[in-house]
């Protein structure tokens, strides 16, 4: 903006003024409104810094409790990684087991199915061994016996009175 030479200006408003004193005391009439204006927006700002300084409080104590937490789910959650490390841990070395237990029953299995077949051909054996023994035997039925009797001496006396030899343990059952 030009001015003329011999024009009074407020250094405030950088705007001519007609009373020289009023620019010296600084009360030109802009200024003037300006700092009327100035204080009621340094009131609001003052208001809003306010405002601003206790969000920031309470942004700076949301942030606290919101690291705690954070310390605090990061606890939980490595706790719960080595629980379940463990347990992983614990499943493969089950299933290690189970893999070897499985082997172990498997061979008692192959000789329990192979004992089984030696007991059955033994006792096939056997039963050949008793009917050819029995081949060989006489087997007397319906000798009348009392109490007390020596069934044995009666077996004997029989083959006695038969003329039958009986070698000294040949009655084996009676």
């Known amino acids: 903006m ?3 030479e011999d024009a009074i200006v ?11 004193n009023k620019v010296i005391d600084t009360e030109c009439s802009e200024l003037r409104s300006s700092v009327e204006n100035d204080k009621k927006a340094e009131g609001l700002i003052a208001k809003v810094l306010s405002e601003v300084q206790c969000m920031r409080q309470e942004h700076a104590e949301s942030n606290r409790e919101l690291r705690n937490a954070f310390k ?6 490595s706790f ?3 629980k379940f490390e ?3 841990n614990d499943i493969k070395d089950l299933k290690l087991g189970q893999h070897f237990l499985k082997g ?22 056997v039963d050949q061994h008793n009917r ?11 000798v009348p016996a009392t109490k007390d009797e020596n069934i044995t001496a ?7 009175a038969t003329n039958c030899q009986l070698p000294e343990d040949a009655v084996f059952r009676s």
């Open 2 to 4: 030009s001015h003329g």
């Open 10 to 20: 407020c250094a405030g408003c950088e705007k001519e003024e007609a009373d020289e």
């Open 72 to 77: 605090e789910l990061e606890k939980s959650q």
């Open 80 to 82: 719960l990684a080595e």
């Open 86 to 88: 463990g347990i992983n």
């Open 104 to 125: 172990q029953v498997d061979e008692v299995h192959e000789r329990y199915e192979s004992v089984g077949a030696t007991v059955e051909r033994m006792e096939k054996e």
């Open 132 to 142: 050819a023994n029995i081949k060989k035997n006489a087997v007397i039925l319906g």
């Open 154 to 160: 009666v077996i004997e006396a029989i083959a006695e």
